[in-house]
C-alpha cells in the first residue's frame, strides 16, 4: 500500500509540473513547493488574512509562515501591508502574478482530474471519489486542534 500511495502522489506532482513547462512556466508553479501552494491557496480563500490566521488555518508556526510569505513575496506572488488597526500585524494578500498562479494551479488540478476520471470506469470514480472524501473526512476529524 505504501509504495502504490507514493507512486499515486508522485504521479499528481508529475502532472502538476508538467503543466507549467508545457505552459513555458509562465506562472512559476514549477518552482513553488506543496507548502507555498498552500499558502497561496489560503490566502487565496478569505482575502488578506495575517500571518497568525495562516499559521492557525495551516496548523504551522508563525516562523514557518512568515519565512514562506517572504520567499513568495520575493518570487512577485504576495505582498505584506502593515495592518492601520494593529502595527503589529501584517496583512497578507496576493499580486496579479499571484492569483494567476492559482489559476493555472486549478487548472492543472482540473486536468489531473479529467485524467483520472478518464482512467476509471464509471462506477470506478465514484468508489475513488467516495475513498478520498472518506479519508479526508477522517484525517480531518482526527488532526482537528
Known amino acids: 500500500m ?4 507514493i507512486d499515486f502522489i508522485n504521479t499528481f506532482d508529475l502532472s502538476l509540473k508538467q503543466i507549467p513547462a508545457a505552459l513555458g512556466d509562465k506562472h512559476g508553479l514549477a518552482k513553488l513547493t506543496i ?6 491557496d489560503t490566502i487565496y480563500s478569505p482575502g488578506k488574512p495575517t500571518i497568525t490566521e495562516i499559521a ?4 504551522i508556526t508563525k516562523a514557518s509562515v512568515t519565512a514562506g510569505i517572504q520567499k513568495l513575496a520575493r518570487l512577485g506572488y504576495v505582498v505584506k501591508t502593515q495592518s492601520s488597526q ?3 500585524a501584517f496583512h497578507v494578500s496576493l499580486t496579479g502574478a499571484g492569483e494567476e ?3 493555472a494551479k486549478y487548472q492543472a488540478l482540473k486536468e489531473y482530474g479529467d485524467f483520472l476520471s478518464a482512467a476509471l ?13 472518506k ?3 477522517i ?3 482526527t488532526h482537528q486542534r
Not at 507548502?35 to 497561496?40: E, G, I, M, T
Open 2 to 5: 505504501q509504495e502504490l500511495l
Open 35 to 40: 507548502s507555498q501552494l498552500q499558502y497561496v
Open 56 to 59: 492557525a488555518r495551516l496548523q
Open 86 to 88: 494593529d502595527k503589529r
Open 101 to 103: 498562479l492559482v489559476k
Open 121 to 133: 470506469s464509471e462506477d470506478e470514480a465514484r468508489q475513488f471519489e467516495a475513498t478520498l472524501a
Open 135 to 137: 479519508i479526508v473526512k
Open 139 to 141: 484525517f480531518h476529524q
